[in-house]
C-alpha cells in the first residue's frame, strides 16, 4: 500500500464534468477517492460508457444538459458539501505523490493560510510526454475555497477565479496561492489530427484585426518561440509539428480577419445595389 493510500481521505470535494471519457474516466476516479471523500460527476451527455464507469467509484453522478463549462461548474461547486474543491477533468490523472502532499498541506495546516493552490500538469500527446515549447511545467489552479471562487466563462475557455481580501495578492485579482512540487498527468485521448482540428476552430473564432505585415511577424515569432526559445525541438517531430501549429493559427486568424472584411464589403455592396433599385 502507498503512503498516499495509508491517510484517509479528506472532507474535500471533487468535481468532475464528463462526456464520452470512459477510456480514462475509471483511472482518474480511481486517484480521486483516494484523496476526497466526495467526488461529483455531471456529465452531459455520454453515449459511451462512461456513466456504468463512474457509478462503479461515486454515487454523486448526474445527467445534465450542456449549458457551458462555466455555468455546470459553477452549479457542481453549489452542490459540494465540503469548503475546500478540487476540479479536475476526467482525462487527468492524480499521481500518488500530488496525493500525498495535498493530504500534508491539509494535515499540517497549511490550509488555513492560503485560499487557493496550484500544481503543474504534464501534457501527453498519445504516449509521449510534451516537455517542452512551454507545455511544461504547465501550472493549473484548481485547489480552492467554496467560499472564495468562481467560475468565469470566455470565449473558448474558462479558469477559476479566486478573491479574498485580506489575502496577500500573488497575481492580479488573486490571494496567496500555495504551489505543490507533485504534478498530475493530462493524458486526453487524442491524436495530433485532433489536436490540429482544436487550432483551427480556436484561431478561426478568435481572431483580431491585423495587417498582412503583422500575420506575417507573428506567424514567425511563434514558431520561433515554441521551436527554438522554449526549446520544443528536444519533443522531436511532435515538437515541430506543435510549433507550427501554433505559427499556422496566425496566418488561420489572418485568413479568417479577411473573409468577414470581404464579407462586409459585400454586404455594403448588396445594400447600396437594393437602394438604387429602389430610387430607380
Known amino acids: 500500500m502507498s503512503s498516499s493510500e495509508s491517510l484517509p481521505a479528506l472532507d474535500l470535494s471533487i468535481i468532475i464534468l464528463t462526456c464520452d471519457n470512459s477510456r480514462t474516466i475509471g483511472k482518474c476516479l480511481k486517484q480521486a477517492q483516494k484523496l476526497a471523500k466526495e467526488v461529483i460527476v455531471i456529465d452531459y451527455g455520454s453515449e459511451d460508457l462512461t456513466l456504468g464507469i463512474a457509478e462503479k467509484y461515486t454515487s454523486d453522478v448526474y445527467r445534465m444538459p450542456w449549458t457551458g463549462a462555466f455555468r455546470m461548474k459553477n452549479q ?19 499521481s500518488n505523490s500530488l496525493i500525498k502532499e495535498i493530504k500534508k498541506f491539509f494535515k499540517e495546516g497549511k490550509s488555513s493560510l492560503f485560499s ?20 511544461y511545467p504547465d501550472y493549473q489552479l484548481r485547489l480552492f475555497k467554496k467560499d472564495n471562487y468562481r467560475f468565469k466563462g470566455y470565449a473558448l475557455d474558462e479558469s477559476a477565479e ?63 518561440m515554441k521551436y527554438i526559445i522554449q526549446l520544443g525541438l528536444l519533443d522531436g517531430n511532435l515538437g515541430y509539428k506543435i510549433a507550427k501549429l501554433e505559427s499556422d493559427s496566425v496566418w488561420l486568424q489572418y485568413e479568417s480577419y479577411l473573409e468577414d472584411v470581404a464579407a462586409e464589403e459585400e454586404s455594403n455592396k448588396t445594400s447600396i445595389r437594393s437602394k438604387k433599385v429602389k430610387v430607380a
Open 162 to 224: 479566486i478573491w479574498d481580501e485580506s489575502s496577500e495578492l500573488y497575481v492580479t485579482n488573486s490571494p496567496k496561492v500555495h504551489t505543490f512540487k507533485s504534478s498530475f498527468d493530462y493524458v486526453p485521448y487524442i491524436d495530433f489530427e485532433a489536436m490540429e482540428n482544436f487550432y483551427h476552430v480556436s484561431a478561426k473564432s478568435s481572431y483580431t484585426k491585423m495587417s498582412h505585415l503583422r500575420a506575417s511577424l507573428e506567424s514567425s515569432f511563434r514558431f520561433l
Open 76 to 94: 457542481a461547486v453549489s452542490m459540494c458539501k465540503n469548503s475546500w474543491i478540487l476540479h479536475i477533468c476526467p482525462d487527468e490523472i492524480l
Open 116 to 135: 487557493a493552490t496550484r500544481f503543474s500538469r504534464k501534457f501527453y500527446l498519445g504516449e509521449q510526454h510534451i516537455r517542452w515549447g512551454g507545455f
